[in-house]
T-cell receptor, first 112, second 115 residues
Framework: DQQVKQNSPSLSVQEGRISILNCDYTNSMFDYFLWYKKYPAEGPTFLISISSIKDKNEDGRFTVFLNKSAKHLSLHIVPSQPGDSAVYFCAASDPGTYKYIFGTGTRLKVLA | KAGVTQTPRYLIKTRGQQVTLSCSPISGHRSVSWYQQTPGQGLQFLFEYFSETQRNKGNFPGRFSGRQFSNSRSEMNVSTLELGDSALYLC??????????????FGSGTRLTVV
């Protein structure tokens, strides 16, 4: 059973427009949510996180929104740049098991 | 400050063989986790070590094992390799107990191909 789901395997966006990546989860006990970006042949790198007690966190062009009632989070990138083209993983922290549970990833392609 | 170092970067093995992958975490990090990445499956959690103890284990068969040394370096072993074990194996270290807002720092991974 996939506790963290990214239902869109890929997304294409024009440069300068907004990219919205979505993530759904099933466990209401998850206490932190993180986004990672991964380029080919590299390990994932941390992008931004949000605590379950907040509904928004912003860092430059990146904003993460959390809707706890819907068990849904999204990552907004504004404006999108070609260098943002990568695979994005969302992850949830499970306080009961000391691990992060990752989604399957969304491949973002920003078109110049 | 050196990042997480994984060796080797690439590996080709024959079905039935065994393999050992190595991970050196960021200096001072005591938690090391291992993940398997395959297309369409995302990052699947293998196990986590903290202070030489396996604290958590994912849903992988017993052919997958690991250990952590007193210097926090970790190794992962896969015995009796199968074709389906071909994947990118990622190691991640964390400054604090895994979970919460500590996050991970990932290594670049070891690409294992089983033929």
């Amino acid at each position: 059973d996939q506790q963290v789901k990214q239902n869109s395997p890929s997304l294409s966006v024009q440069e300068g427009r907004i990219s919205i990546l979505n993530c759904d989860y099933t466990n209401s006990m998850f206490d932190y949510f993180l986004w990672y970006k991964k380029y080919p042949a590299e390990g994932p790198t941390f992008l931004i996180s949000i605590s379950s007690i907040k509904d928004k966190n912003e860092d430059g062009r990146f904003t993460v929104f959390l809707n706890k009632s819907a068990k849904h989070l999204s990552l907004h990138i504004v404006p999108s740049q070609p260098g943002d083209s990568a695979v994005y993983f969302c992850a949830a922290s499970d306080p009961g098991t000391y691990k992060y549970i990752f989604g399957t990833g969304t491949r973002l392609k920003v078109l110049a | 400050k050196a990042g997480v170092t994984q060796t080797p970067r690439y590996l080709i093995k024959t079905r039935g063989q065994q393999v050992t992958l190595s991970c050196s975490p960021i200096s001072g990090h005591r938690s090391v986790s291992w993940y398997q990445q395959t297309p369409g499956q995302g990052l699947q959690f293998l196990f986590e070590y903290f202070s030489e103890t396996q604290r958590n284990k994912g849903n992988f068969p017993g052919r997958f094992s690991g250990r952590q040394f007193s210097n926090s370096r970790s190794e992962m072993n896969v015995s009796t390799l199968e074709l389906g074990d071909s994947a990118l194996y990622l190691c991640a270290s964390s400054a604090g107990p895994t979970g919460g807002n500590y996050g991970y720092t990932f290594g670049s991974g070891t690409r294992l191909t089983v033929v």
